[in-house]
Structures are given as structure tokens and as C-alpha cells.
């Protein structure tokens, strides 16, 4: 069996090998995620502490996630999982009451040490005196350059045809617009909300 040949079974056997143990860590990570499905909420057992570290990291994901959606202008509705706009108290689609995420004070950040002070550099000693340049021979001059011939005239610019006018364009109907009024607070509200996003009153 020739070098090359015994190399190229080598890659093949390695990569048919790395692509079974693929399957099994796929496999692997499904049953974890079945499991942990079916006993999230259980407290005792042999896995109830992994599923408890697994449920604490998941919330903070959640609270990290509504602090990256509250920057953007948004609230996700905790009952109907809507996205609303932030500075709504009540959710357009379910009327249930919006949920604000809570902002986690930065930490103070603490005082720099004092900078050591550089010692005093030395001084430089004087540069010695550079020799003077010799002075360049002059340049000899240049011979004129010919003249150029004078370039042949081009011949005129066909005419163009004048282009046909187009039709004139149709203006746009503006599309009517108008706003619904809570007849609770009297907040104005989109048409298409279902409910009031000041008081939470549906208005369907």
C-alpha cells in the first residue's frame, strides 16, 4: 500500500469517526433536554441539583434577554408572549399588564493606584558636527521635445431622436387614517388594538 493511499484511509476512517461521535452527542443532548422537560420542576432526586442550576442559569437568560428587548423598545407580554412597545402599561392583544424588567445596579468601579513617577532622563550628548555636502555637479539640459502632430478632426455627433413624453403619473389616493378613543380613560388608540393600552379595557 502506497503512502498516499494509506494517508487517504486514514482521513476517511477519522472523519467517518468524528461524524458517528457527532451523532452521539446529538443524540446525548437530546435526551438531556427530553429529561430535563419532564422533571424541571422536581426537587429531589439524583439530577435535582443539576436541574436546579439549569432552571437558576434560565432565568437569568430571561431577565437578560428583557433587558436587551427593554434597550430596543420593547416589552414581551408574559401572558400572551406579544411584543409591545415599552412605554405601554397594558398589552395591545391580551390586555394583560405589561411587566418591566428590573435593572441591575453596575457596581462602582474602583480607584486606579497613583502612577510611580518616571525617573528625570539623562541628557543627550551634542550630536558632532556633520561634514559639509559636496556640492553636486549641474545638470545637463534636456533636448526640446517634437511637437506633436495636430490630432484629425473628429467627425460630428449623429443626432439623437427626441424622446417620446411619458404619461403623466396617476397621484396617489392618501389613505384615510384615524384613531379610536377609550371610552374608559379616553386614551387614543390604534384602530386595531384590542385593548386599551393605558387602562388595559378591551375595546372589541
Not at 128 to 157: E, N
Not at 163 to 187: D, F, I, K, R, T
Amino acid at each position: 500500500m502506497g503512502f498516499f493511499e494509506d494517508l487517504n484511509n486514514k482521513v476517511v476512517l477519522g472523519a467517518k469517526r468524528d461524524k458517528l461521535n457527532e451523532q452521539v452527542k446529538g443524540l446525548l443532548l437530546d435526551i438531556g433536554t427530553r429529561y430535563y422537560i419532564q422533571h424541571k420542576d422536581d426537587t429531589d432526586g439524583e439530577y435535582a441539583e443539576l436541574i436546579a442550576n439549569v432552571n437558576a442559569l434560565n432565568a437569568q437568560i430571561t431577565e437578560l434577554e428583557a433587558q436587551l428587548n427593554w434597550l430596543k423598545g420593547i416589552v414581551v407580554c408574559q401572558n400572551c408572549h406579544a411584543e409591545c412597545q415599552s412605554q405601554l402599561r397594558f398589552c395591545t392583544r391580551c390586555g394583560a399588564m405589561l411587566v418591566k424588567p428590573v435593572q441591575e445596579p453596575q457596581p462602582p468601579v474602583a480607584p486606579q493606584p497613583p502612577v510611580a513617577p518616571q525617573p528625570p532622563v539623562a541628557p543627550q550628548p551634542p550630536m558632532a558636527p556633520q561634514p559639509p555636502v559636496a556640492p553636486q555637479p549641474p545638470v545637463a539640459p534636456q533636448p526640446p521635445v517634437a511637437p506633436q502632430p495636430p490630432m484629425a478632426p473628429q467627425p460630428p455627433m449623429a443626432p439623437q431622436p427626441p424622446m417620446a413624453p411619458q404619461p403623466p403619473m396617476e397621484p396617489q389616493q392618501p389613505m384615510p387614517q384615524s384613531l379610536g378613543v377609550c371610552p374608559s380613560c379616553g386614551n387614543r388608540v390604534s384602530p386595531q388594538a384590542a385593548f386599551c393600552t393605558q387602562c388595559g379595557r378591551p375595546l372589541r
